[in-house]
């Protein structure tokens, strides 16, 4: 069984611009969440969707925004990007996203904006 | 909202010798606490995790325990091995509506000596 997905696993962007990163999750999982990593701010959660909602969303601006597709694929974006974005944004995948449902991780995608 | 507070942030020991990470929590509504453990430049992955009915459980050199009277889990790892070096985070799954997301503590340098 595949894990997590996560393109592209590698990214350098310029200040002011956009990006967007995708998950593929786990087969059969519907909850889908994102992360970001900083060495600065640990591991922080930056919202979670299932079926198409976003369900819960973290402290983070709006210019952090996401999406879930029909097939629980996800994508997440990061429009006028700072300097202070550069992390590991990482993509986590459970069954249902409920209390108790084991949260596995994908690779990762490391951005870093210059 | 939830807060994980972990300690030590750094941890050396010798091969074969113990290591304990302690974790504290604030929301009394969570109920689910894994632990992962992070190499460098990859995934956290998650190497057990205790459910709030549970007071302690065991997968062979690693045990996690929780006391949620006193809202604090520990991770104890034994006979430690060199490739037990990683960063290790605790976690608690923090409430907002019917759904939940990992609220993670800062992380413990684990190093272990040969």
């Known amino acids: 069984k595949a894990g997590v997905t996560q393109t592209p696993r590698y990214l350098i962007k310029t200040r002011g611009q956009q990006v967007t990163l995708s998950c593929s999750p786990i087969?059969?999982?519907?909850?889908v969440s994102w992360y970001q990593q900083t060495p600065g701010q640990g591991l922080q959660f930056l919202f979670e969707y299932f079926s198409e909602t976003q369900r819960n969303k973290g402290n983070f601006p709006g210019r952090f925004s996401g999406r879930q597709f029909s097939n629980s694929r996800s994508e997440m974006n990061v429009s006028t990007l700072e300097l202070g974005d550069s992390a590991l944004y990482l993509c986590?995948?459970?069954?249902?996203?409920?209390?108790?449902?084991?949260?596995?991780f994908g690779e990762g995608s490391w951005l870093t904006v210059v | 909202g939830e807060n994980v507070e972990q300690h030590p942030s750094t941890l050396s020991v010798q091969e074969g010798d113990s290591a304990v990470i302690k974790c504290t929590y604030s929301d009394s509504a969570s109920n689910y606490f894994p632990w992962y453990k992070q190499e460098l430049g990859k995934r956290p992955q998650l190497i057990i995790d205790i459910r709030s009915n549970v007071g302690e459980k065991k997968d062979q050199r690693i045990a996690v325990t929780l006391n949620k009277t006193a809202k604090h889990f520990s991770l104890h790892i034994t006979e430690t091995q060199p490739e037990d070096s990683a960063v290790y985070f605790c976690?608690?799954?923090?409430?907002?509506?019917?759904?939940?997301?990992?609220?993670f503590g800062k992380g413990t340098k684990l190093s272990v000596k040969p």
């Open positions: 976690a608690a799954m923090g409430w907002r509506g019917s759904q939940g997301n990992l609220i």
């Open positions: 087969s059969g999982h519907r909850s």
């Open positions: 986590a995948s459970s069954l249902t996203g409920e209390n108790g449902n084991t949260i596995y």
